[in-house]
């Protein structure tokens, strides 16, 4: 199967894409180029509705996503093109960053639950972090007993997690267990989450690189993933395809695991998945032009996976060649 579509693309809009030639119009011409049927643009996204966005998506909010339409009026002819969103979910407050006013603005949403990296928002950090982060909190406040209780909490957060490791005489928690814990709860709460569930009834929806435990190093993620166990991936995947939300093959994703799929944890992450009735879309999360060339390994995938044109969501099953 040759895939021809990607819907999990960023372009300048999105903070982390440091490509300055990738612009919507960039993208479009790229794709025709690669002779694909079907793009969808999908920048990191926080709905300005939501209360509760942390200063990293101040900037990524919808109205100002909204500018890339203006590109789409000069779409390639053949390339059918969708304005979605990679929107946020913080399971440490249960909280989804995009309304279902908010969603009614894109043709589809990808829905995140494993950013580990953003600690005490997607995951708590450490235990141990957790108490030398107070251990500083009380000593700010006893050097500086002019400042609010308010300023000194916000001195103690603003430490990053590498700042405080080295204050962290012994790791004693198993990160390994800790950090696929974490991933495999955000997952089962999003499925709970009453706004992601509304949304799910009103516009295609897939989860976005599920499983993935981005800030990982690359050379482990193989490792960690073989923690989760069939079951709990059977249970997860049960609830998702309950609800009609398709997972998305994310090939940055996948390839960071391992480029060798005959030893790669995605591809029993996926398979179970599959066996649990979900169906799939495929991305990139490319964050440049060259990026998108990443496409061209999607039927691997897809060949290792077994899958046909029934496994596709419905709204990228056409997007492809058998
Ligand atoms: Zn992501
Ligand atoms: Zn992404």
Redesign the pocket.
């Known amino acids: 199967m040759k895939i021809l579509h990607d819907i999990h693309t960023h372009n300048l809009f999105s903070s982390c894409c440091t490509d300055y030639t990738a612009s919507t119009d960039a993208y479009l011409q790229k794709e025709a180029a690669l002779g694909m049927r079907l793009f969808g643009l999908s920048n990191h996204i926080w709905d300005e509705r939501v209360k509760g966005m942390s200063y990293w998506y101040r900037t990524q909010t919808i109205a100002r996503a909204e500018e890339a339409k203006n590109a789409f009026a000069h779409a390639p002819a053949g390339l059918r093109v969708l304005f979605g969103a990679?929107t946020e979910y913080y399971a440490c407050r249960d909280l989804l960053g995009m309304s279902e006013e908010g969603a009614a603005h894109f043709d589809y949403l990808l829905v995140?639950h494993s950013?580990l990296h953003m600690r005490n928002e997607v995951m708590w950090e450490f235990p141990e972090v957790i108490e030398a982060r107070g251990a500083i909190r009380e000593r700010l406040r006893a050097a500086f007993p002019e400042l609010s209780d308010k300023q000194v909490t916000a001195m103690a957060a603003a430490l990053k997690e590498p700042d405080l490791l080295p204050l962290v005489p012994e790791l004693r928690t198993e990160a390994h267990a800790y950090i696929v814990k974490a991933m495999t709860d955000s997952f089962l709460s999003l499925m709970e989450n009453a706004a992601f569930r509304k949304i799910c009834g009103r516009l295609p929806v897939s989860v976005?690189?599920p499983f993935s435990p981005?800030g990982v190093p690359h050379a482990e993620k193989n490792d960690y993933l073989k923690l989760l166990t069939d079951d709990v991936l059977t249970d997860c995947f049960s609830r998702a395809a309950a609800l009609g939300v398709a997972m998305e093959i994310n090939i940055s994703a996948v390839r960071e695991v391992n480029p060798d799929l005959s030893d790669n944890q995605m591809i029993r992450i996926f398979t179970r998945a599959k066996e649990a009735g979900c169906r799939f879309t495929f991305g990139t999360?490319s964050h440049s032009v060259k990026g998108l060339e990443l496409i061209s390994f999607g039927g691997e995938i897809a060949q290792a996976l077994g899958l046909g044109r029934s496994d596709l969501s419905e709204l990228v099953a056409d997007a492809v060649e058998l």
């Open positions: 990679e995140p950013h976005a690189h981005c999360d």
